[in-house]
């Protein structure tokens, strides 16, 4: 036992004297957890609480222009703008506007688009009561049975750099508007067909609407907010960076000397191995430590939402601790192979970025390709990852992550031997 806590001082000192590896394992992920969930957090309120300015032409200035123009100052966070120094915008100064990145969405409305809409919405209306004998359609000058009509079309100018779900979710919620105009039309004149004096109120009000509720277990309706996603992912993250230093520092007592006199001195390798698991388990619940207290002191300071473990403290660290061990075992194996610092460092921080991404710490894993999908069940960071989700947001339970910590602690156990059968490999030869 003594032998072991000496190396893992040996460890410890190494790690001290070292303080670019000090910076990778703690300033980095602190720096990480702040700035990504503030760009998120700021990201959610652009899309949906600051104003979003939209630039409205009304070539109709009539019914339904107006009716637009009005739903859309109602709308909350939206705000028109009509025209610029005083002057009206017309088409091609809008999309000038839009194209320069200025405004994000010009929407265009067609002249004569509430004409054309009152004559085919009469035209209908007349054909369809004139089945029930409501109506007489052939006593309506210029109105025919066979009449087609052509569909008029609302422009919408998107700045280039909007992205594509955000132009979906903007083309969605106008279509909405623009159904909701056409069907409060059509019923107008149907009152207005039938002769009723009085509006019987069938529109009055939504008859289906939607409840959002969140499916956990135990208990629903809780709503996970960005902080929530993104504590654990860059938990995470800064666990797995240790593979840096730790690769680094292996290289360093092979390339010094300081590995052979140990190998040489009376310590088993297992003691040696074994001091650098427990300095670095240790690093890793340190880590852990610090992005809680950040996400959960330091968050609030900046306007964000704090971040409160509740009664899942216990089960998040023991997640951390486990997935530090699979670093460990990743970072052991990388240092053992790489035979110099050139090697280690890039190679262990490019392919760390790369488990993050398989993993789902940059871009969820439900929107990946069915290709990438299937290749992220196998990144470590995915188990560790999924097994903070159960806990933090699905309200599971020790035996809901049993299956990702098992994964974790195979992968420590599986790089740990391949490390070590390397090095007896090459000792022989």
């Given at each position: 036992?003594?032998?072991?806590?000496?190396?893992?001082?040996?460890?410890?000192?190494?790690?001290?004297r070292?303080?670019?590896?000090?910076?990778?394992?703690?300033f980095?992920?602190?720096?990480?957890?702040?700035?990504?969930?503030?760009?998120?957090?700021?990201?959610?309120?652009?899309?949906?609480?600051?104003?979003?300015?939209?630039?409205?032409?009304?070539?109709?200035?009539?019914?339904?222009?107006?009716?637009?123009?009005?739903?859309?100052?109602?709308?909350?966070?939206?705000?028109?703008?009509?025209?610029?120094?005083g002057?009206?915008?017309?088409?091609?100064?809008?999309?000038?506007?839009?194209?320069?990145?200025?405004?994000?969405?010009?929407?265009?409305?067609?002249?004569?688009?509430?004409?054309?809409?009152?004559?085919?919405?009469?035209?209908?209306?007349?054909?369809?009561?004139?089945?029930?004998?409501?109506?007489?359609?052939?006593?309506?000058?210029?109105?025919?049975?066979?009449k087609?009509?052509?569909?008029?079309?609302?422009?919408?100018?998107?700045?280039?750099?909007?992205?594509?779900t955000?132009?979906?979710?903007?083309?969605?919620?106008?279509?909405?508007?623009?159904?909701?105009?056409?069907?409060?039309?059509?019923?107008?004149?149907?009152?207005d067909?039938?002769?009723?004096?009085?509006?019987?109120?069938?529109?009055?009000?939504?008859?289906?609407?939607?409840?959002?509720t969140?499916?956990?277990?135990?208990?629903?309706?809780?709503?996970?907010?960005?902080?929530?996603?993104?504590?654990?992912?860059?938990?995470?993250?800064?666990?797995?960076?240790?593979?840096v230093?730790?690769?680094?520092?292996?290289?360093?007592?092979?390339?010094?000397?300081?590995?052979?006199?140990?190998?040489?001195?009376?310590?088993?390798?297992?003691?040696?191995?074994?001091?650098?698991?427990?300095?670095?388990?240790?690093?890793?619940?340190?880590?852990?430590?610090?992005?809680?207290?950040?996400?959960?002191?330091?968050?609030?300071?900046?306007?964000?939402?704090?971040?409160?473990?509740?009664?899942?403290?216990?089960?998040?660290?023991?997640?951390?601790?486990?997935?530090?061990?699979?670093?460990?075992?990743?970072?052991?194996?990388?240092?053992?192979?790489?035979?110099?610092q050139?090697?280690?460092?890039?190679?262990?921080?490019?392919?760390?970025?790369?488990?993050?991404?398989?993993?789902?710490?940059?871009?969820?894993?439900f929107?990946?390709?069915?290709?990438?999908?299937?290749?992220?069940?196998?990144?470590?960071?995915?188990?560790?990852?999924?097994?903070?989700?159960?806990?933090?947001?699905?309200?599971?339970?020790?035996?809901?992550?049993?299956?990702?910590?098992?994964?974790?602690?195979?992968?420590?156990?599986?790089?740990?031997?391949?490390?070590?059968?390397?090095?007896?490999?090459?000792?022989?030869?």
């Open positions: 036992m003594r032998k072991l806590l000496i190396s893992a001082y040996k460890e410890a000192l190494l790690l001290v070292d303080w670019g590896g000090l910076a990778i394992l703690f980095m992920p602190a720096v990480l957890i702040i700035t990504i969930t503030l760009i998120q957090e700021s990201t959610f309120k652009a899309v949906g609480e600051s104003t979003l300015p939209i630039v409205l032409v009304d070539n109709d200035s009539s019914e339904i222009g107006r009716i637009i123009a009005d739903n859309l100052n109602e709308t909350p966070h939206i705000q028109l703008v009509t025209e610029t120094n002057m009206a915008i017309d088409e091609m100064h809008a999309r000038k506007l839009v194209s320069e990145g200025k405004y994000q969405i010009a929407l265009i409305i067609p002249e004569g688009i509430s004409q054309e809409l009152n004559e085919k919405v009469n035209h209908n209306v007349d054909q369809i009561l004139g089945e029930f004998a409501l109506t007489d359609t052939d006593s309506i000058p210029g109105q025919k049975k066979e087609k009509w052509a569909t008029q079309e609302i422009t919408i100018y998107f700045d280039p750099a909007a992205g594509q955000f132009r979906n979710s903007v083309k969605n919620n106008i279509e909405q508007l623009l159904a909701k105009v056409e069907v409060r039309k059509i019923y107008g004149v149907f009152i067909q039938m002769g009723l004096e009085e509006d019987p109120g069938l529109l009055n009000g939504e008859i289906i609407t939607f409840r959002e969140i499916a956990q277990k135990g208990n629903d309706g809780i709503i996970p907010n960005a902080v929530q996603h993104n504590v654990p992912a860059w938990i995470l993250f800064g666990i797995f960076f240790i593979v230093p730790l690769g680094i520092n292996l290289v360093k007592e092979k390339n010094l000397g300081t590995y052979i006199r140990l190998r040489t001195s009376p310590v088993s390798y297992a003691i040696i191995l074994g001091g650098k698991i427990l300095t670095y388990s240790v690093i890793c619940l340190i880590q852990f430590i610090l992005m809680l207290v950040i996400a959960k002191y330091v968050f609030p300071l900046i306007g964000l939402i704090e971040f409160d473990p509740g009664g899942k403290f216990l089960l998040m660290l023991l997640i951390a601790f486990v997935s530090g061990l699979a670093a460990i075992g990743l970072g052991i194996l990388i240092g053992t192979v790489a035979e110099t050139e090697q280690s460092a890039p190679f262990g921080a490019i392919f760390v970025i790369i488990l993050a991404a398989l993993g789902g710490v940059w871009v969820p894993t929107i990946m390709p069915e290709i990438m999908q299937k290749i992220s069940a196998f990144s470590p960071m995915n188990w560790g990852i999924s097994a903070f989700y159960d806990v933090i947001l699905r309200n599971g339970s020790a035996a809901d992550i049993a299956r990702p910590l098992a994964y974790l602690l195979a992968f420590f156990v599986v790089t740990l031997l391949a490390a070590i059968l390397y090095d007896k490999r090459k000792k022989i030869s």
